[in-house]
C-alpha cells in the first residue's frame, strides 16, 4: 500500500472535526472538557453552521474555549453568559448561540441570568458541565458539590446545616414553560459519549426552530479537584454523582 | 405622548422620554434595562413606542441591572448600538459590567438618571455619582466618556453624540443627567430618523464584531482576559492611549458671562442652571460672577479652567453632592487660586438665592 491508498477517502473512518483547531488545551488530563468541545465542534460542522454560530463562554476551566473551537466568541463576566447569549440572539436570531457554562458560573452567581433566560424561553442553548467543584480557582465548594463531598471550602466535607443541599438547577429549569429540553448526560464512556453528541444536536436544532430554551447538563469529572486519577474519578462519578444526578431527559418536548 | 406628534418638528416632553426618542432615531439596535426611579419613563416610552415594529429595534425589560449591562455587552460585541439606563442604585449593579466593556473596547451607551444616595437613598435627584462614573466605579484602570445634559435638548442631542463617540473610540460612553432634567418637560427638537446599520455597515465599521465566522477571516473573540502581565499592560496601554486622544479632541463646556469675570462659578447639568440665575443676582448686584459649564465630564476641561484661573480671584463649585467635581476643578487650578465648594445632599436643589449668599460669603473675602 502506498501513502495514496492509505489516505484514500474510502479508508477514512475519522477525521478530526475542522471547527476544533490543534491548539494543545490547557485542560487537565481526563478532564470532560476535552471531549465535549470537540462533540460541539462536530455537531457545529454536520450542521454547517460553523460560519453563523457565536458562542459564549464562561469563567472557570473553560474561560479558555474560545481557544480551541473556531467560531466566533464572547467572553462573559461569570454567571453572565445567558444574559449576552440572550442580547445576541434576539439581534441576530439567524444565528446558532449557545452559552457553556460550569456549576459556578450557571447555579451560583448566574442563578438569576440563568433562570430568567430560559423563563423568557430564549432560542438558545445551555451546555452545562456539572462536576460538582470549582476547578479553576482551586477547587472550592459548588452548588453542585454532594454532600459529604471535600473540597478546599468543605475540608470536612459539605455539611447541610452549613452548606444546604446539593442543587439540581436542571430539575428547576426543566418546570419553565420556556424550557423545551433539559437533559443530563455524560461523556466517560463510547456510548455515553454518543448520547452526549445526539443531545447537543438536539438541543442546538431546537434552538434554530425558535422552540425556546434547551439545556444539556454533562455530569463530569475533575480529577484535580477531586484530587483523584482520572481513571478514579469516572467511577466516583458513577458511583457518587449520577444517584444524585441522574441521567436521562427530564424534559424533552 | 401621542404617536401622532412625532412627526412635529417642536415637541414638549420629559428628559427621559427625549432620550427614548432620540434612541429609535439614531438607529439604537437594543435597549436592554431595568426599572427604577426617576427613569423609568425611558423603558416605558421605547415600550409604548414599539420600535420592533417600525426599525426593528429590540426592546426588552431584563431581571436587573445586572442583567441588563451584560445584555448590551452581548449586542455590542456584534458591532450593534446597544444601550441601557439606570439610576444610582442600579447603576452601582452595572459596575461590574463597565470595567468589562472598557477592557473589551466595546461601545455602548449607558444612562444614570442620578437620584440621592448613598444606599437605597430618595427618589430625589442629585449628582452624586460624579466619582462613580469619572474615577471609575468598576474595577481597573479605565475612563468612560461622559456628557452631562443641562436640558430635555440636550438629553436628545446627547444620546445620538454618546453613540457617536463611542464607536469613534471603541469605549462605553456615559450619559451622566441628574433626576430634575430626567423628569422636567421642557420644547425639544427631535434628532432626525437615522436608520438601523445593515450588517455589512457593521462589519465595515467593526470589523472585530461577532457576527459568525466567514471563511475570510479568522475568528472574532470579544474579551478582556490577558493571562501574560505585559499582554495586560499592552491592553492598558491602548486603552490609555485612546483616553489621551479623547482628552485632546472632544473636550465640551459652554461659558456664560465669563469674558470680565472676576469670579467663576463651575457647575453641570441642574447645577449650572441654577448657577445661570446666580450669575444674573450678582450681575444685578454689581458683582462680574461667570460661569463654565461642562458638558463633557471626561475629558473635564482642564484647559479652560487653567485658563480662567489666571483672571480671576476665586473659584466656586456647585454641586448637588459632598464635593465630587470640585477636585478636578481643584487639579486644574493647581493652587493658583481659592477653590471653594458649595452643595446639597440627600436629593436637595439649592436655590439659586442659597447660591449667591455662598459665593458671597465663601468668595468674597
Not at chain 1, 501513502?3 to 485542560?27: F, S
Not at chain 1, 447555579?107 to 476547578?135: L, P, S, V, W
Not at chain 1, 443530563?184 to 454518543?194: E, F, L, Q
Request: hydrophobic share 40%.
Amino acid at each position: 500500500m502506498n501513502i495514496a491508498d492509505i489516505i484514500n477517502p474510502a479508508n477514512l473512518v475519522y477525521e478530526k472535526t475542522k471547527v476544533m483547531n490543534d491548539t494543545p488545551m490547557h485542560y487537565c488530563p481526563g478532564c470532560s472538557h476535552g471531549v465535549v468541545h470537540k462533540l460541539i465542534g462536530e455537531v457545529i460542522d454536520e450542521m454547517n453552521m460553523q460560519d453563523k454560530t457565536i458562542a459564549i463562554a464562561p469563567v472557570g476551566c473553560a474561560v479558555f474555549a474560545y481557544k480551541y473551537l473556531e467560531i466566533d466568541w464572547q467572553q462573559a463576566a461569570h454567571g453572565r453568559a445567558p444574559a449576552l447569549a440572550t442580547a445576541v440572539k434576539r439581534l441576530l436570531p439567524d444565528r446558532l448561540v449557545f452559552t457553556y457554562q460550569g456549576d459556578g458560573d450557571l447555579a451560583a452567581i448566574g442563578t438569576a441570568e440563568t433562570i430568567h433566560a430560559c423563563n423568557r424561553g430564549e432560542n438558545i442553548a445551555i451546555i452545562f458541565i456539572n462536576n460538582g467543584i470549582y476547578g479553576m480557582t482551586g477547587g472550592q465548594m459548588a452548588p453542585t458539590t454532594l454532600k459529604g463531598m471535600k473540597s478546599s471550602t468543605s475540608p470536612n466535607g459539605r455539611e447541610v446545616p452549613l452548606a444546604g443541599n446539593p442543587l439540581d438547577i436542571t430539575k428547576l429549569l426543566a418546570q419553565l414553560e420556556g424550557v423545551c429540553y433539559a437533559t443530563r448526560h455524560a461523556v466517560h464512556t463510547v456510548a455515553a459519549v454518543k448520547k452526549t453528541k445526539r443531545a447537543i444536536r438536539q438541543a442546538f436544532e431546537n434552538s434554530m426552530q425558535n422552540k425556546g430554551t434547551s439545556i444539556v447538563e454533562v455530569v463530569s469529572t475533575c480529577s484535580s479537584g477531586w484530587k483523584m486519577t482520572p481513571a478514579d474519578s469516572n467511577d466516583w462519578m458513577v458511583d457518587n454523582m449520577f444517584p444524585q444526578y441522574p441521567m436521562g431527559d427530564l424534559k424533552n418536548e | 405622548m401621542s404617536k401622532k406628534n412625532q412627526d412635529k418638528e417642536v415637541l414638549l416632553m420629559k428628559g427621559n422620554e427625549a432620550i427614548a426618542h432620540a434612541a429609535i432615531r439614531c438607529g439604537c439596535d437594543g435597549y436592554f434595562g431595568y426599572p427604577i426611579t426617576p427613569q423609568s419613563e425611558i423603558m416605558e416610552t421605547l415600550m409604548e413606542m414599539a420600535p420592533w415594529e417600525t426599525t426593528g429595534m429590540v426592546v426588552l425589560q431584563a431581571e436587573s441591572e445586572t442583567a441588563s449591562i451584560n445584555m448590551v455587552y452581548g449586542a455590542a460585541g456584534c458591532g450593534k448600538k446597544a444601550m441601557t439606563s439606570s439610576s444610582s442604585p442600579g447603576v452601582s449593579l452595572m459596575q461590574e459590567g463597565i470595567s468589562y466593556l472598557a477592557a473589551a473596547e466595546l461601545p455602548c451607551v449607558i444612562v444614570n438618571v442620578m437620584r440621592g444616595g448613598p444606599g437605597l437613598g430618595t427618589i430625589q435627584p442629585s449628582q452624586a455619582d460624579y466619582f462613580q462614573t469619572v474615577k471609575g466605579g468598576g474595577h481597573g484602570d479605565y475612563k468612560m466618556i461622559t456628557l452631562a445634559p443641562g436640558s430635555v435638548q440636550e438629553m436628545a442631542d446627547h444620546t445620538v453624540m454618546a453613540f457617536e463617540l463611542a464607536f469613534k473610540y471603541r469605549t462605553p460612553a456615559m450619559i451622566l443627567v441628574d433626576g430634575i432634567i430626567g423628569q422636567m418637560m421642557e420644547k425639544v427638537v427631535l434628532p432626525p430618523y437615522q436608520p438601523r446599520w445593515t450588517e455589512d455597515e457593521i462589519i465595515a465599521i467593526s470589523p472585530w464584531a461577532t457576527l459568525g465566522k466567514p471563511t475570510t477571516r479568522k475568528v472574532n473573540v470579544i474579551n478582556s482576559l490577558r493571562m501574560e502581565a505585559h499582554e495586560m499592560e499592552e491592553l492598558n496601554n491602548i486603552l490609555q492611549g485612546r483616553y489621551r486622544e479623547i482628552e485632546k479632541n472632544e473636550v465640551i463646556y459652554e461659558e456664560i458671562n465669563c469674558d470680565d469675570a472676576e469670579y467663576l462659578l463651575v457647575a453641570f447639568g441642574i447645577s449650572a442652571r441654577i448657577c445661570q440665575k446666580t450669575v444674573e443676582l450678582a450681575r444685578a448686584e454689581g458683582l462680574k460672577v461667570g460661569l463654565l459649564r461642562p458638558i463633557t465630564l471626561f475629558p473635564f476641561p482642564t484647559e479652560a479652567i487653567k485658563k480662567h484661573a489666571e483672571k480671576v480671584k476665586a473659584i466656586m463649585s456647585v454641586e448637588m453632592n459632598a464635593g465630587q467635581m470640585v477636585e478636578d476643578v481643584r487639579l486644574a487650578v493647581n493652587g493658583k487660586v481659592p477653590v471653594e465648594f458649595y452643595g446639597r445632599m440627600g436629593g436637595i436643589v439649592p436655590s439659586p438665592n442659597e447660591v449667591f449668599e455662598a459665593l458671597k460669603t465663601k468668595l468674597l473675602k
